[in-house]
């Protein structure tokens, strides 16, 4: 009766952890808050292209 318990208790913490672990948004790779060096342009199609219009 215990082993079962263990188990259960075991399998219990194991989703727990990967549950958190799954909500956890990765790091961007580069600083989305960095000022831009020089101006960029940015085309009408590939707006619209990027936002699905």
Known sequence: MKKKGKAIFLAFVAMFALSASAQ??????IDQEAP??????????????????
């Open 24 to 29: 956890l948004p990765g790091l961007p790779e």
């Open 36 to 53: 831009l060096d020089e101006p960029v342009t940015i085309s009408k199609e590939i707006l619209a292209a990027a936002f699905g219009l």
